[in-house]
């Protein structure tokens, strides 16, 4: 059984805390193919990995997860394996912050959420948020979202570290 924290020193610096992530997430995604297995366990590497950091525990995460594109409307997200409260179920490209990563296939960095227009607010706890697309061969194929309760939860390191886990995720999985 692999260990589910990726790094459990608080004060790590983020860069090497991301760089563990990777390595940890590749190793728990590595010998499966199915992506409802993997991103079951990525996500909960990934929330509990970053509410160890002292940097999530005074900006504390309360959701990870994934959005994936729905089958049978494909310009709609549709709710996939995640760590957190009951989220809405479906979003629509474009709409809010998800949609809007969707939309652009670019990382939504989102300082305060409340002033990003069409914020869809799943739980009232959340004031910033990051999204980060899924993206194969220029198809895309859903999107990592992870929320935490303070404004200014996240930076371009986080954004850095993250593309690349989903990058991981993106080479482990069948699609
Ligand atoms: N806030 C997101 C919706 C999903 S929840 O945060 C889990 C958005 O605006 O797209």
């Known amino acids: 059984m692999q260990e589910i924290s990726a790094n459990t020193n608080p004060s790590i610096p983020k860069e090497e805390f991301y760089s563990d992530l990777v390595d940890q997430i590749n190793a728990i995604t590595e010998d499966q193919t ?79 959420v409340h002033e990003f227009p069409g914020h869809i607010a799943c739980d009232a706890a959340s004031n910033s948020e990051i999204v980060v697309p899924i993206v194969k061969d220029k198809r895309l194929l859903g999107v990592l979202d992870i929320d935490c309760e303070e404004v200014e939860g996240f930076d371009d390191v986080d954004r850095k570290g993250l593309e690349a886990v989903v990058k991981v995720i993106v080479a482990n999985c069948e699609w």
Do not use: M, R
């Open 34 to 112: 199915y992506w409802v297995t993997n991103l079951s366990n990525a996500s909960s590497v990934i929330y509990h990995g970053l509410k160890s950091l002292e940097h999530f525990q005074k900006k504390p995460i309360n959701w990870a997860g994934f959005y994936l594109v729905d089958p049978k409307n494909e310009k709609n997200l549709i709710l996939g394996p995640f760590q957190g409260k009951v989220a809405c179920t479906a979003i629509p490209f474009g709409k809010g912050v998800c949609g809007a990563a969707a939309a652009t296939q670019t990382t939504q960095l989102v300082k305060d």
